[in-house]
C-alpha cells in the first residue's frame, strides 16, 4: 500500500492554485519568510489566523533543565514565524494567535509568547480572549483547565465588526437615563442576544459526532471560533491567511464567508485535508468528513490517527 504522502498532491514546497475561488494551499515551511512572500505573491493579508503547535505536551519530561531548553528552541521557533507572518500582513490589519499555558511549568509558552511580542514595535496588542472548553481535565484535585487563550494584535487601524452570539440576553435592570428617559438595559440594546466579549463560553470543541470532524486532525479549531474572528477583522473580499493550516478550518470559513484564503501546513498531508475538505464542501455543503476517511481510497484509515481526547 502506497503511504500517505502518495495520495498528496502537492509535494514540499508545492502550492495549489483554487481555480474557482483563487485560495491558495501550500506546502510551506511558515518560519521560512520567502516560502510565505513566494505564496503571497505581493499581496498582502488583513486578517492572519495562527494556531502554531503549543509546546504543552513536551514527552512527560519534567526536569526544569529540559524545559528550558524546550523553552528556548519554541521561542526561536515563535520568533522565525512571527517574523515571516508581520510582512504578509497589510498596512492595517489583524493577527489572531491561538496559544495554551502549561499550568504546571510556569504558563510557558503563553506568557513567554507575550514578552516576546513587545519586540515589534509594528504590532500592538489589542485583546486577550479565553475560550472556554466542554471537555476539561483535573477537577478532582485541581480546578478543572477548560481555557484557551487567543491574542488579537494589530497593525496599524484595521477595520473591527461587532458580532454577536446566540446567547439571549438574560439580565436586566442596568438603567441609564438617555434623552431625560429612564431605560434599562435590555431596551437600549441593538440585539436581543450578548456579543461575545473577550471569554467565549459558546463554542463546542470538535469530536467525532460533528459534521465539521476531521479524523486524524488532531488539533482541529471550530469553525464557529475561526468565522467569528474573520467576521470581526476583516470584510468580504479581503484575503486571509494561516500558515498552520492543519485540517483547513481558515479556508473552510473563508469560504463560507467569501474571503480568499491563502493557506499552509509543512506536512503534506495537512495540506491535502485541507483542498479535499474544501472540495468536499463545495460538492456537498457539509463543512468536514464527520467519521469518513478524508482518504477514502485508501480503503481503511491506516495512518490517519484518531481525534485524542484532548485537542491542543
Ligand atoms: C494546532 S495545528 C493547527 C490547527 C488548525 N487551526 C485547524 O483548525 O485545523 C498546527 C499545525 O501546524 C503545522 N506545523 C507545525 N510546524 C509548522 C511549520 N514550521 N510550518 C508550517 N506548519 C507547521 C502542523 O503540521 C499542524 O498541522
Same mark, same amino acid.
Given at each position: 500500500m502506497r503511504s500517505l504522502a502518495g495520495y498528496c498532491r502537492l509535494e514540499r514546497g508545492g502550492i495549489w492554485e483554487d481555480p474557482v475561488r483563487g485560495h491558495r494551499v501550500g506546502v510551506l515551511d511558515a518560519t521560512n519568510r520567502s516560502e510565505i512572500a513566494g505564496m503571497l505573491g505581493g499581496r498582502s493579508a488583513a486578517l492572519v489566523v495562527s494556531d502554531p503547535p503549543y509546546n504543552i505536551a513536551v514527552g512527560g519530561r519534567r526536569s526544569e533543565r529540559l524545559l528550558d531548553e524546550t523553552l528556548v528552541d519554541y521561542l526561536a521557533f515563535s520568533r522565525r514565524w512571527v517574523e515571516a507572518t508581520i510582512p504578509a500582513m497589510a498596512a492595517h490589519s489583524h493577527l489572531y494567535v491561538w496559544l495554551g499555558a502549561d499550568q504546571f511549568h510556569g504558563f510557558q509558552p503563553l506568557a513567554d509568547f507575550m514578552i516576546l511580542m513587545r519586540r515589534y514595535q509594528e504590532l500592538r496588542s489589542r485583546s486577550f480572549i479565553s475560550v472556554r472548553n466542554q471537555r476539561g481535565y483535573g477537577t478532582q484535585r485541581n480546578w478543572m483547565a477548560v481555557r484557551q487563550e487567543l491574542l488579537n494584535y494589530v497593525k496599524g487601524s484595521p477595520p473591527f465588526h461587532v458580532v454577536y452570539t446566540d446567547i439571549p440576553k438574560i439580565l436586566r435592570g442596568y438603567y441609564k437615563t438617555v434623552g431625560g428617559e429612564r431605560t434599562e438595559n435590555l431596551e437600549r440594546g441593538r440585539s436581543p442576544t450578548i456579543r461575545p466579549g473577550n471569554i467565549w463560553v459558546d463554542i463546542q470543541q470538535v469530536f467525532?459526532?460533528?459534521?465539521?470532524n476531521v479524523p486524524g486532525a488532531y488539533a482541529q479549531k471550530p469553525l464557529k471560533a475561526i468565522e467569528r474572528i474573520i467576521a470581526s477583522s476583516s470584510d468580504e473580499g479581503d484575503l486571509v491567511a494561516d500558515f498552520f493550516a492543519h485540517s483547513g478550518t481558515t479556508l473552510v470559513a473563508s469560504e463560507r464567508l467569501g474571503r480568499v484564503c491563502f493557506t499552509s501546513d509543512v506536512e503534506p498531508v495537512f495540506a491535502e485535508i485541507a483542498i479535499r475538505r474544501l472540495e468536499r464542501f463545495r460538492e456537498t455543503g457539509k463543512t468536514g468528513f464527520q467519521t469518513a476517511n $478524508?482518504? $477514502?481510497?485508501?480503503?481503511? @484509515? @491506516?495512518g490517519l490517527p484518531p481525534r485524542s481526547q484532548s485537542s491542543s
Open positions: 467525532y459526532r460533528l459534521e465539521e $478524508p482518504f $477514502p481510497e485508501m480503503g481503511t @484509515a @491506516a
